[in-house]
């Protein structure tokens, strides 16, 4: 077969050894192999040679030096056949991480015609972001490491409020490595995982809680925000009135030594406005009839738990209610009797603890009953004329009332 060299390019978050170099042998190789981890820039670091000819599957080459890579740095891993491989196409179309060890997007899966059965050549060209199945056998330098402590977190959130949710509303927000300490000088302290309960995130993402959704960086830098569609959140009706979401998180130091710790948040309540919930009919009444409407405690709602509302009434307009009409706030009560027909507007108004108000406007008309024709009965009345010398006396005038004996039902 023809003489190639295939390879991975790959970098590692902490320093550490490499001790040798692995790969998927074809069980058509039957020729010996070499192993070589260069940099980036083709320079070898370190060689080794395999020397089993009828193996095949995984196989592994030690290095007789291990050879200390640096941190964030990256390197090739290859080994030489004599034509025989295994190899998948369009796998590093995406960076690959395991560990401490990730194989990059750009330009990984690397080959090169040329080289022998005792010296390789350093692989520099790609072809549909093939996987050779090549990897290096890796020990992080991190035997005098110190583990690092992760400190819970606290966080402090509050749900809107006013009316319709309009008003107000904190996200809670901080970083949850600020608190938390490494010994080890240089260390550089990062998040590696987050959970809910038995719910892993994905770091940069919205991971759900009860309450509210947590968005946890690699940084450590969060944000979360309370869920306003959340019916116990609802509920809170001020500060004091809390409920709380506890997520975990995992960070690591630079040798890949990590701590856990809870990041829990506070949500605190705030007031909501009550709400017109069934709009009131007009309500009918007459004159001279005593008239009576209990306003239901189903007109208005109010999401917040424990709230109470008090209730006044006007007309509708502002203006004081009609002379002949009352309203008992405490038991929500109209009375009175109509002395006038009409169409009387009335607003109620429902305030809750914290002052937020809502209103309606409905109508009370009042009819005039039916009219009964009066009687009207004769009259008689008695008068005389004068006499004497030129009518000088007498003479009487009659008088009365023509009512006084006519009659009416009504």
Known sequence: GQQLELGVKFTSNVAGDVTGIRFYRSANDNGQNVVDLWTATGTKLATATFTNTTASGWQTANFTTPFTIAANTTYVASYHTTGAYVATANFFTTAVTSGPLTATATGNGVYRYGGSATAGIFPNAT?????????????????????????????????????????????????????????????????????????????????????????????????????????????????????????????????????????????????????????????????????????????????????????????????????????????????????????????????????LAANETFNIAVSVPGNTTPTAVADAGDATEKGGVANGSGGVVASGNVLTNDTDPD
């Open 127 to 355: 072809f549909s972001a093939t996987n050779y199945w090549a990897d290096v056998v890796f020990r992080p330098s991190n035997a005098n490491n110190t583990t690092p402590t992760a400190v819970a977190d606290a966080g402090n959130a509050t749900e809107k409020g006013g009316v319709a949710n309009g008003s107000g509303g904190v996200v809670a927000s901080g970083n949850v490595l600020t608190n938390d300490t490494d010994p080890d000088a240089g260390d550089t302290k990062t998040v590696s995982a987050v959970s809910f309960g038995a719910t892993s995130g994905t770091l940069g993402s919205a991971l759900n809680g009860t309450y509210g959704s947590l968005v946890l960086n690699a940084s450590g830098t969060y944000s979360y925000a309370v869920n306003e569609t959340n019916a116990a959140v609802q509920a809170l009706r001020q500060s004091t009135n809390t409920l709380s979401d506890v997520f975990s998180y995992t960070m690591r130091d630079t040798a890949g030594a990590t701590a856990s710790a809870n990041l829990t948040v506070t949500i605190h309540g705030a007031n909501d406005a009550p709400v017109l919930a069934v709009q009131t009919t007009t309500q009918n009444a007459a004159v001279g009839s005593a008239f009576s409407y209990v306003l239901p405690t189903t007109t208005f709602t109010d999401v917040d738990s424990g709230e109470t509302l008090a209730y006044a009434a006007t007309a509708a307009d502002g203006t004081a209610l009609p002379a002949w009409l009352s309203f008992n706030a405490s038991t929500r009560t109209f009375s009175g009797t109509p002395t006038t027909g009409g169409t009387y507007g009335v607003k109620v108004t429902a305030t809750d603890l914290g002052g």
